[in-house]
Each structure stands twice: as C-alpha cells, then as structure tokens.
C-alpha cells in the first residue's frame, strides 16, 4: 500500500508544472483582450476597409489604438487573478454590443464623428438589434473571445510581480492611449 498524501489533500497542484508554466501570463490576455476590442470590434475600420472611395484608414487604425490602449489600461488596472476574467467578459461584452449598434446605424458622413456628439451615433435601434444577422454577429463578436478567455489558465504571480505588471501594463496602455488621442485630435490622421 503506498502513502497518497498528496493526492488526498489536494497539495499534488503546486507540483505539476503545468499550472505554473503552461498557464498564460496575463499579460497576454489583457493585450488580447483589448486588442479584440479595439480592433475586432471597430466597426469604423471595417467599414474603411470595405467602402471604397473613403479615406482615413490611418485615422480609423488611431481609433482602434485608442480603444486598445484605454482597454488595455483598464484591465491592467483589475487584472489581478480574481478580476481579470470577469472584467475581461464584460469588456469584450461591451464592446461586441457597441460594434452590432454601431453596424445597425448607417455609416457617418467623414468627419462627422468627431463632431457629432456620441450618443447621436449610438442611438440603438433595437428592432435592428434582434435580426438573426445582428444577433449571429453579436454571438460571433463576443462568444468567441470570451471562450477563449474562461478557458485559458492564466498563470499565478506573486503579490509584488502581479503589481508590477498590472502598473506597467497601465502604463503602457495609458500611453499608447493618451498618444493616439493626442495624434487625433490634434488632427495629425
């Protein structure tokens, strides 16, 4: 009969390499997280991308840099063990809903964006909303990052290195954010 200490009293996980070096640092998913958000989900360029005759490909990609970086600072900001995957959910949520509204809305005159105040361009039709098409781009948008994000093992770090991270991932996301508005609004794009 062999002794099962470990496996009995559930200390066996502390050894397998697997949750400690197989997990995902979660700077990753932060940096995905946000970039599907800013990118993915930014309907203005997909519309720059498919509408021929319309310039600004520059300023949409600044938008979804802007977008990127603010979401990549906010979830540096919760991406402690506990909170990274719920603020993840509602971020990637958020943002698939903001891009099915923004799809059902017909496409802005260029330059109207900026000076159109944003509840103007986001008033949400809900009619439109509860299409198969919308729904279906809805599910598509959202369901699969989030997938993703509750079925990563994201990897444990220290109190001090967890810190670390999160501050220069704010950092780092607040920069690039505060440098892409500043290219916006300063009309440089």
Known sequence: MSLKLFRST??????????????????????????????????????????????????????????????????????????????ATLLLALSALAACMAWNQPAPPPGSVLEAPIASLMQPTWAGMMRWQALALLAGLALVPMIWVWNTQVRRLTGPRQLGVNMTGMLAGGTLAVASAFLLFRGLV
């Open 10 to 87: 559930g200390y066996h996980s502390i050894l397998d390499p697997g949750e400690t070096r197989g997990a995902t640092h979660p700077g990753w998913v932060i940096l995905g997280a946000s970039m599907w958000a800013g990118f993915v989900c930014n309907a203005g360029l997909w519309r720059q991308l498919f509408e021929t005759g319309r310039p600004g490909l520059a300023h949409a990609l600044v938008i979804g840099t802007l977008v990127a970086g603010a979401c990549a600072a906010l979830l540096s900001l919760l991406g402690w063990h506990k909170t990274l995957k719920p603020a």
